[in-house]
Structure formats: structure tokens, C-alpha cells
């Protein structure tokens, strides 16, 4: 009489890859020999009623160690890569009786693996080429830095010139008056004056060219200021582009250091499968 086990076994086998969703083989044996096959298309075991179960099968271990067995079985063996788990069938008190086998394809799995596999690789990839931006990020950081230290201590050199022109123009008018003064001198002396006079004429002559300089000087050094000032904001935009953009960056190198670390898990917990 059939085990009431087997029986139901029977039953249940042959829709278990619908319920399951997966596409599986499976098998029932007595100690001895396979007593019943349900064989899927996508994983031809070569396995019939009435063959004998080698001491190599799963099932035939399964049974003398009375414990659950598992292997992967290679492609070269069936012509796919499978994985076989084989379960005891024991009676009510405990002997076991046969074994009951299931053949799950791992076609679907190594396709998972593959682009699991692809993706971490490509994701390193832009992990290193986000590190190159990044890197270049911070150059260009160092070198608008670099600029507006260099443009501030252009503003500070031209503030000095401001001064010293300022200087030059206040000595400039001093020697202007002081040539006017000589002159007025020089003419209330008469002809004894007239040598001072063509030298107070001089002077002054002198000082107007140095005012007059000076004020160009001074034309110039505001223009130039201007533009160093434009420079500085112009800079100052651009630096904080740059900022942003580092930051920005570095977010993005966290977010797939994250996805990395997530596709790396799934690598792994595929091969568990």
C-alpha cells in the first residue's frame, strides 16, 4: 500500500512550479528507484520511472544521511546548471522510506547575478570618474582662490597708490603756490629778480605737469580699480559654482558609494540563492 505521504506528494508535485512561480523538476523515490517524475521543459533532468537512484544523487544522500541535501548541479551533467534539494520521506515512526526531489533552474539567477555584476562594475566606474570631477572641482576651487587673494592684494597696492598720489598732488600744489609767490618776489625786485623769476617760472611749470600727471595717474588707478572690483565679483560667482558644484558632487559620490554597497549585497545574496 502507497505511503499516504507519497500519495499526497503525488498531488501536489506537479502544480508546485505554478504555485511557486518557478521553473522546477521533481521527483519521488522509494529507497531504491524513482517511482515518480514531473519533468519541466526548462530543466530536463534525465530522470524516469523505474531508474535506480546512484549513490552520487542528491536524493540517494538525502536519504542516508535522513537529512535535507542540496547541490548545483553543472550544466555539463544535464546541459543547464541546476540546483537540487532532496528531502527524506519517512513513515510514522520514523524510517525513511524514500526521498522527494526538486530541480530548480538557475538561468534566472545568473541572469540576476550577471546584472548585478555588470551594474557594480559600472557603477565603479562612475564612482571614479565622480572622484575625477570632484577632484577637479577642488583645483578649480584653489585656483579662484588663488585669484582673488592675488586681485585683493592688487585692490591693496592701488589704495596705497591712491595715497601716494594724493601726496604728490597736495606737494604739487604747495609748489605751485610757492613758484607764484616766488614770482610775485621776483618782479617786485626788478631786474635783480629777473634770475629768480625764470626759475619760479620753471617750478611752477613743473608743478602743474606733476598735477596734472598725478591726476591721470589717479583716472587710471580708478579705472583699474573698477575693473579689479568686477573681476572680484565675477570671481566670487564663479567660486561659488564651483562650491555648489563640489557639493553636489560629493552628494552624488555618497549616493552611489550607497547603490554600489546595495548592488554588492545583491551579488551576494544571489549566489545564496
Known amino acids: 500500500m502507497e505511503n499516504g505521504i507519497i500519495s499526497s506528494l503525488k498531488s501536489i508535485l506537479p502544480i508546485l512550479g505554478e504555485l511557486i512561480q518557478e521553473d522546477v523538476s521533481t521527483c519521488i523515490t ?20 523505474g531508474d535506480k537512484v546512484p549513490k552520487d544523487n542528491p536524493l540517494f544522500i538525502a536519504m542516508e544521511k535522513n537529512r535535507v541535501f542540496s547541490a548545483v548541479v553543472p550544466k555539463e551533467a544535464y546541459g543547464i546548471d541546476f540546483k537540487a534539494i532532496a528531502y527524506p520521506i519517512r513513515d510514522s515512526n520514523g524510517k525513511v522510506i524514500g526521498a522527494v526531489g526538486l530541480g530548480k533552474s538557475l538561468d534566472k539567477q545568473a541572469r540576476i547575478e550577471n546584472s548585478a555584476k555588470n551594474l557594480f562594475t559600472s557603477l565603479g566606474q562612475t564612482n571614479g570618474a565622480i572622484e575625477e570631477i570632484a577632484g577637479g572641482s577642488q583645483k578649480l576651487s584653489n585656483v579662484i582662490n588663488g585669484i582673488l587673494s592675488a586681485a585683493n592684494d592688487t585692490n591693496e597696492k592701488i589704495n596705497e597708490t591712491d595715497s601716494i598720489i594724493t601726496s604728490i598732488q597736495s606737494i604739487a600744489s604747495q609748489s605751485n603756490l610757492l613758484a607764484l609767490n616766488a614770482a610775485i618776489e621776483a618782479s617786485r625786485a626788478g631786474d635783480a ?32 580699480k573698477k ?3 568686477a573681476i572680484v565679483n565675477q570671481v566670487n560667482e564663479a567660486n561659488a559654482v564651483a562650491e555648489n558644484h563640489a557639493a553636489a558632487t560629493e552628494e552624488m559620490n555618497a549616493t552611489i558609494d550607497e547603490i554600489t554597497t546595495i548592488s554588492k549585497t545583491l551579488v551576494d545574496e544571489t549566489k545564496n540563492l
Not at 30 to 49: H, L, M, Q, S, Y
Not at 207 to 223: D, F, G, R
Open 30 to 49: 522509494d529507497r531504491e528507484k524513482c517511482i515518480a517524475v514531473f519533468i519541466n521543459d526548462k530543466v530536463p533532468v534525465a530522470f524516469k520511472e
Open 193 to 224: 629778480g629777473k634770475g629768480f623769476s625764470v626759475v619760479a617760472q620753471e617750478m611752477r611749470k613743473l608743478s602743474q605737469n606733476s598735477s596734472e600727471s598725478s591726476k591721470k595717474v589717479m583716472s587710471s588707478l580708478i579705472e583699474m
Open 227 to 229: 575693473s579689479i572690483d
